[in-house]
């Protein structure tokens, strides 16, 4: 008994250490780490400085004993061999802490961002660190999104970019005493809030929760943490350089985020309104994105991002994903360069990225979802072609993705599922934010260009797409493909671009408006997902007719010749009479139901009066009868009355009535 009572005893001893374990192990790695990196010459592997660190204490051991027997037995022999096997360490120390970014380093030297002009390969002129920081976001969203619509090569070459911006920031002053003044205002509160939150321990020693706080002292902890933000925002506008303030200041928010999640909304954690809590998300996704100009090449980060922007942007999350999927197959690099995070550094970052899926755990569907689109994403080479082929080829729903980043890996058919909705952080299921009030549905501006997008055909209610064009709008007719998750209550749940227009700000209204669309039809149960493609037209210019020419009278008794008309009007005066001697047939619809409508078609016509093109300008806002009337108008062909030399294609609006009272 007493022998199974001290393993109990030492059992417990060794789990309650457990903190210690863990700081005495991130101390051994950053020991190791830092002697691995001494003296090399730039960002190394692993692997490569764990295998100089130990080149560098066996040789230390070796020579020593050589030299401790060399002076015991005055022997010159030992002491010629010490120094030999020394000198032999120390080149297999050296050549290892070659870095491959040696040569390119040594031929073209990075500039700092005063000195470099702004130029393909080097770094913008900053004029302020805030300018600095908002450039960086900018860079950050366009990397996430082009690892996102499966652009390896363009997010490689954007993370390169964000890499060597980072490495030259601008040249701030810093206050080093203003600094440590707040830096010991901070640890004041810390001690404080320490003293307040943690209980006591009993006469076995166990410790002993601290009783609930009265309204006084419940006050006081939430005016400490008050205070802590509020020095934490002070430390971090005084140094940019130490990049604990900022994950500390996310730590908190996240903490706060996290513990309101999992107990529930109803449960007293503090006094912030929702609308607070609201505010405390914001600064967390503001901070993530300011990190990353500091730290782009941290997998950490982008994974910590990927867990708090799912709700609110499911592009940038995957997007993240594949980045830090990416970073995770390189050789590893620590921040800008070897040796950036100290140990403090690296566990507060694992705490972040913890806590920042604690408070994401309510769309712990959407996180596994969008983890297996990414691991396709990582999968896939840049330079993949169609799918195999041939008797032995693999079905492309059967097919195993190898992900090279540890993780497990997943079937295409599981990055096929429609994600369910985002749960929203005031009712503690996600990390959404209210949704704003929808606005109302753009006009449509003739002048920037039209969209056009089948609905019907989709399987959505015909409405208008709702795309916002901002100036100068669509210059030359382009196209995207969207793939939508729908939801089993008909609601648009996720909205990525497949193939983009090449134009990012057209990408993203198409993104916007496709949320508003509603599933016309039946979703299955667990949602389903569908492709639409957003065809962008420029506008049209139509050249007015030109002036009609003052004619002289004809002599009297001579009949007049009938009127000149232009090809335009020719051509069109012949379509409007076709339309009217043959009208489209009225088409078959559900019910039985013969609706009115007008529908004005915009045909280009050759001269020679064939039908090139047809499309619906103004819908009668039935499908059908939209559908009916194309089908019509690209079986028109008209002979024209008279030569048409000078023009090559004509653009014509031909209305199209459906009247059953006829």
């Known amino acids: 008994m007493k022998v199974i009572a001290i393993l109990i005893i030492a059992m417990v001893v060794f789990i309650g250490l457990s903190p210690f374990w863990g700081w005495s192990g991130a101390l051994v790695y950053g020991a190791i780490a830092w002697l691995g990196h001494l003296l090399a010459t730039g960002p190394l592997g692993d692997g490569r400085a764990a295998f100089r660190t130990a080149v560098l204490l066996g040789g230390t051991v070796s020579v020593l004993s050589f030299l401790r027997v060399a002076w015991q037995d005055r022997a010159l022999s030992y002491l010629l061999a010490g120094g030999g096997l020394g000198f032999v360490f120390f080149l297999i120390f050296f050549a290892t802490g070659l870095s491959p970014e040696r040569a390119a380093r040594n031929a073209a030297p990075v500039e700092r961002a005063e000195d ?10 900053w004029y302020s660190r805030a300018h600095f920081e908002r450039e960086m976001v900018a860079k950050v969203q366009e990397t996430a999104r082009a690892a996102a619509r499966g652009d390896r090569q363009g997010a490689d070459a954007l993370l390169e970019e964000l890499h060597r911006w980072a490495r030259n920031p601008p040249r701030v002053a810093e206050d080093a005493a203003a600094y440590e003044r707040l830096r010991l205002a901070y640890n004041d509160t810390v001690e404080a809030l320490g003293k307040l939150n943690v209980g006591g321990r009993d006469a076995r020693g166990r410790r002993v929760p601290a009783p609930a706080p009265d309204p006084a002292s419940a006050e006081q902890i939430q005016t400490l943490e008050a205070r802590q933000v509020e020095l934490l925002e002070q430390m971090w506008d005084q140094s940019a350089s130490n990049i604990n303030v900022p994950l500390r200041l996310m730590a908190i928010d996240l903490r706060t985020l996290a513990v309101s999640r999992w107990l529930g909304r109803d449960a007293a954690v503090d006094a912030e309104s929702d609308a607070a809590m609201e505010r405390r998300l914001w600064r967390v996704h503001a901070l993530q994105e300011v990190l990353f100009a500091y730290a782009p090449m941290d997998r950490r980060l982008w994974e910590a991002y990927a867990a708090t922007v799912l709700d609110k942007d ?16 390189r050789e590893r690099m620590v921040g800008a360069d070897a040796g950036a995070f100290d140990v403090n550094t690296l566990m507060l970052g694992s705490d972040v990225l913890t806590m920042s899926t604690l408070a994401g755990s309510g769309s712990s569907t959407r996180r596994d979802i969008l983890a297996s689109r990414a691991a396709l994403l990582i999968g896939t080479p840049a330079a993949d072609p169609a799918p195999a082929q041939g008797p032995d080829a693999v079905p492309r729903a059967e097919r195993v993705i190898e992900v090279p980043t540890g993780r497990t890996p997943r079937h295409d058919v599981h990055a096929e599922r429609a994600m369910p909705p985002a749960g929203l952080l005031i009712e503690r299921t996600g990390l959404a934010l209210r949704p704003p009030p929808e606005p109302p549905a753009p006009m449509p501006r003739r002048d920037r260009g039209e969209v056009q997008v089948d609905l019907a055909a989709a399987g959505f209610k015909v409405t208008p797409p709702g795309i916002p064009l901002r100036p100068p709008g669509i210059v030359t007719d382009t196209r995207a493909v969207l793939v939508l998750d729908v939801w089993e209550n008909g609601q648009v749940t996720s909205v990525l671009i497949e193939t983009g ?12 408006g496709a949320r508003g669309w509603r599933s016309a039809t039946k979703v299955p149960k667990g949602g389903e997902r569908r492709r639409v493609e957003v065809v962008f037209r420029a506008p049209v210019t139509v050249q007015a007719p030109p002036p009609a020419e003052d004619v002289a009278p004809f002599p009297v008794g001579t009949t007049p010749p009938p009127p000149k008309l232009n090809p335009a009007q020719s051509l069109g005066a012949q379509l409007s009479a076709q339309a009217r001697r043959h009208p489209p047939r009225y088409p078959t619809m559900q019910g039985g139901e013969r609706p009115d409508g007008r529908v004005v078609v915009m045909l280009r016509m050759s001269a020679g009066g064939r039908v090139l093109d047809a499309r619906v300008a103004e819908s009668s806002g039935h499908p059908e009868l939209d559908r009916a009337a194309l089908q019509a108008a690209r079986g028109w062909h008209v002979t024209p009355t008279r030569a048409v030399t000078d023009v090559d294609e004509i653009t014509l609006r031909i209305p199209v009535t459906f009247n059953t009272g006829i």
């Open 501 to 512: 227009s090449g134009n990012p700000d057209l990408d993203q209204a198409a993104r916007y």
């Open 314 to 329: 499911e592009e940038l999350s995957l997007g993240a994903l594949v980045i830090a999927g990416m970073l995770e197959g």
């Open 116 to 125: 470099a002009p702004e130029q393909h390969g080097r770094v913008p002129h």
